[in-house]
């Protein structure tokens, strides 16, 4: 099973500040990557997959970058709807498998 | 839309059956799943089925789960035996992003607690 480590598991910004998330696969995963994001009582959303590519209707201030074992999500600035908890999964080889999280936080 | 529903409260070695609905589109062409998020595991994939029927299982939970399909219903279903405490968790049934291993379209989720 390939394991995926995120960090920071927490990460305090202001409204305005980029942020870079990081997540780390146990192997190999090519670009097989997914970013997700998730608020309190909903369910995640998928924000990029394949490592760099935005679904439908995610804004431009999201992107994703990596390969192999290591993968990035950066933020260009954040706004106060992206203070949510942010989960990277890979779908290279089963079980898909799904990183434990990193809470983007109001500093 | 997807829509999930059954109990929210079972007893150990009961066998928990949870329902998708689809609405608004087709199931044709589409893999549909079941993700699980509980506090201990984090989110969790237990499996996906086609529309036609083709399933395929987490190895970890293989042996306890079944997936089923009825499009006329427009529903898919999940069965899970012998469920313990370690199955508490909300269960989101989800859409495959373009057949491939992503998650598109979730359901708002169902709490299901074993107790």
């Known amino acids: 099973e390939v394991v995926l480590t995120q960090s920071p598991a927490t990460l305090s910004l202001s409204p305005g500040e980029g942020a870079t998330l990081s997540c780390r696969a146990s192997?190999?995963?090519?670009?097989?990557l997914a970013w997700y994001q998730q608020k309190p009582g909903q369910a995640p959303r998928l924000l990029i997959y394949?490592?760099?590519n935005r679904a439908t209707g995610v804004a431009a201030r999201f992107s994703g970058s990596g390969s192999g074992t290591v993968f990035t999500l950066s933020i260009a600035y954040l706004e106060s709807e992206d203070f949510a908890v942010y989960y990277c999964q890979q779908r290279s080889d089963w079980p898909y498998t799904f990183g434990q999280g990193t809470k983007v936080e109001i500093k | 839309q997807l829509q999930e529903s059954g109990p929210g409260l079972m007893k150990p070695s009961e066998t928990l059956s949870l329902t998708c609905t689809v609405s608004?589109?087709?199931?044709?062409?589409?893999?549909w799943t079941w993700i699980r998020q509980s506090p201990g595991k984090g989110l969790e994939w237990i499996g996906y089925i086609y529309y036609s029927g083709s399933t395929k299982y987490n190895s970890s939970l293989k042996s306890r789960v079944t997936i089923s399909v009825d499009t006329s219903k427009n529903q898919f279903s999940l069965f899970l035996t012998s469920v313990t405490a370690a199955d508490t968790a909300i269960y989101y049934c989800a859409r495959l992003y373009n057949g491939i291993g992503y998650f598109e379209y979730w359901g708002q989720g169902i709490l299901v607690t074993v107790s």
């Open positions: 394949d490592t760099s």
């Open positions: 192997q190999s995963i090519s670009n097989y």
């Open positions: 608004g589109g087709s199931m044709t062409n589409y893999y």
